[in-house]
């Protein structure tokens, strides 16, 4: 897979964990139906934000790792010129 495609997935991935981390919040901190669900409305809410932690974080690490390559390949480009 190309770069471009790979960055590309790993920013979708980030942004529907992000998502899923405001889901959670305002799940548990706005949402009337949710806190009338008791216990359960708590775990729903904590899976939205643990399952967005899970796809946001390394996501993160992993895009910052491409782009710290691409742009040392890019300056060991440019000093051979």
């Not at 305002?26 to 809410?45: A, Q, V």
């Amino acid at each position: 897979m190309k770069d471009n495609t790979i960055i590309r997935i790993l920013k979708v991935t980030m942004t529907i964990g992000i998502c899923l981390i405001l889901l959670g919040v305002y799940f548990h901190l706005f949402n009337s139906h949710i806190e009338e669900m008791g216990i359960k409305g708590i775990i729903i809410s904590a899976a939205c934000v643990a399952i967005g932690m899970i796809l946001s974080l390394p996501t993160k690490m992993f895009l910052t790792f491409i782009l710290v390559n691409r742009e040392a390949e890019q300056n060991k480009h440019s000093n051979k010129s």
